[in-house]
């Protein structure tokens, strides 16, 4: 039987899956791989033919491929999704590192304990 972990990657490979094919659809350059620690993820390539990767958090149900507010959007419509990826690689991805998407739990713990 699979892990909850091997279910979920399973659920965030289909959902990048389906945007992959939405994107080539409307003919963006994506690659589906697996990052260093196994989560999967695409790559889209922008104006300037860099290709940082997009993922899924499954807890919000985002798309996410950055850390800022504007580099997020809803797995739930996925064309609404698509559009909003496709104009941030035409416009090309935010110069610098690719930020990452996490939750700090100390600082809620910390925030309770106040």
Do not use: N
């Amino acid at each position: 039987m699979d892990t909850i972990r091997e279910q979920q990657r399973a659920y965030q490979q289909e959902l990048l899956t389906d945007l992959q094919d939405m994107l080539r659809a409307r003919e963006m350059t994506t690659v589906l791989i697996a990052d260093q620690y196994g989560r999967p993820a695409l790559e889209v390539m922008d104006s300037q033919c860099r290709m940082p990767r997009v993922f899924v958090h499954l807890a919000f149900l985002w798309f996410y491929w950055g850390d800022e507010r504007d580099e997020r959007v809803s797995c739930l419509r996925l064309p609404a999704a698509a559009d909003r990826i496709e104009a941030s690689a035409r416009e090309g991805w935010r110069e610098g590192e690719q930020g990452e998407l996490g939750i700090d739990l100390t600082k809620i713990l910390d925030a309770h304990r106040s």
